[in-house]
């Protein structure tokens, strides 16, 4: 959603958590045949889950600026790279 309103908080609406959610949904309903995948590792989920945001974010609206779905794919990457590192830290302190 950041990408889409261009970092501005302040503009988001109701709309645009239908659009972010449209988008989630198509990017959860890819992963879960990636998943069905069994020789990849934890970059690959990663990589794919970026590549699917961005197909998605492509496909469920027109871009507002040149590359938005570029954008919302790398930080989607991002968010599951730091959740990948978190999950690992945690699990290694238990």
Known sequence: MLAMVQGDVSVLTFNHAIVASKTGLLTGLSMVVASLYKGGNQ????????????????????????????????????????????????????
């Open 43 to 94: 970059w690959l989920g990663i990589y794919l889950t970026g590549l699917f945001t961005m197909i998605a974010d492509f496909i469920v609206h027109p871009q507002h600026f040149p590359l938005e779905a570029v954008v919302t794919g790398l930080g989607a990457m991002a968010l599951a790279t730091v959740y990948d590192k978190y999950k690992d830290i945690k699990n290694a302190s238990i």
